[in-house]
């Protein structure tokens, strides 16, 4: 009889090690997902979801002592099992919190850009023409990312930057070839290309849209319904030469 209890404690030490070792397995790709595939990375709180494996690693390690002192208990390992589980469903209910805010979340954070093309769910074929980085010469960067408006599922993304003549006027040379309609904002054809003023105003602030010296390339457009930009998909650029300034725009509404 006592070797048949001894023979379940050893057992359910061994079940308490590998719960540790399946939780930390698990916390690898919850550590992973939180700081590689989100745009807004979470280094600090993914090592919380560390926990339940070192806890269960203790506890299969308190027991095993215990055991060698014959005085284990099978009650240990339940509650242990119990509170462990309890323990880890609040964080595993914070995984899908956590990928909905980074769905949601508006991103003006310029050191975010890379990421923001790389993992963001924007339709690829309107921000092919963006940057996949900055340029080494940009200044005076601006960054606005908006993947979901709730309630009316709209996407925008727009960075915009400053950078020497012959980073300019590389875009130029390219916009120009590209481009379906090249114009300013007042231009009287340029709504129905989708170029309203204002577009822009998500980085320069100004509802009253663009000043005359900038020229926007319609790179692509197509609207929900002929004539029609109350919904639709378009991606703009507007380049000053004088000010040596290029803005990126597109939309999915």
Known sequence: ?????????????????????????????IYWFLTQRVIHPYY??????????????????WSKRRLQKESYSMLTATSAIIFGFAFSLPMLIAIPCVAVHDEVSVVTDVESYERVIKLSCFQHDLIADFPDKLPKDATDAKLYYSPFAIGQGGQEIAVGFRASTDTINGYLNRFSKEASW?????????TRHGVYPGTFSCLDGSASGLSEDFKVYVISGKPYKSGDWNHGENSLVAISEEKNEILFWASKW
Request: aromatic share 24%.
């Open 1 to 29: 009889m006592k070797v048949k209890k001894v023979f379940f404690k050893y057992h359910a030490v061994t079940f308490l090690a590998i719960i540790a070792v399946a939780f930390f397995e698990i916390f690898l790709v």
């Open 182 to 190: 090249i114009g300013t904002e007042s231009d009287a054809e340029a």
């Open 44 to 61: 600090y709180l993914g090592l919380l979801f560390a926990v339940p494996s070192f806890y269960f690693a203790a506890i299969a390690y």
